[in-house]
């Protein structure tokens, strides 16, 4: 977000707002940032061949909440909208992709198999929806 943030028009908010429930929204930005706390508290041990995770699934389980809790909101969401291929009102191409290589060296710099065992947790609280 702080990379971006710059680049981001102070209305769009309140303008992506105005397109979906409000209480919806802030019911599924409240589910992440529980999913957040979880994650960070079980952190993914170790940086072998093999994924571990940490017992009892407490993410899995978080992930099972922050979808209950976002799904609402997301069946809202104008998928096909043109705005995702709008330029962004006054930002030159240059400082989008300063933004958008920010994001990419960040995610270069990920621990991959952190990586690994996030996307497993993630299969399997959505295999179980």
């Known amino acids: 977000y702080n ?25 599924a930005y409240a589910g992440f940032l529980e999913f957040k706390d979880v994650v960070k508290a079980n952190q993914v041990i170790g940086a072998s061949s093999a994924a571990i995770v940490p017992s009892g699934d407490k993410i899995g389980e978080a992930a099972k909440k922050l979808s209950a809790a976002s799904y609402p909101f997301l069946k809202e969401v104008d998928w096909l909208s043109d705005i995702y291929i709008k330029p962004l009102p006054g930002v030159t191409p240059q400082q989008v992709m300063k933004a958008v290589d920010k994001t990419i060296a960040m995610g270069s710099a990920m621990d991959g198999n952190l990586l690994k065992a996030a996307a497993e947790a993630h299969h399997k609280a959505i295999g179980s929806i």
């Open 3 to 27: 990379s971006v943030k710059g680049i981001t028009d102070k209305k769009v908010p309140n303008y992506l707002m105005s397109l979906v429930d409000k209480a919806d929204a802030e019911k």
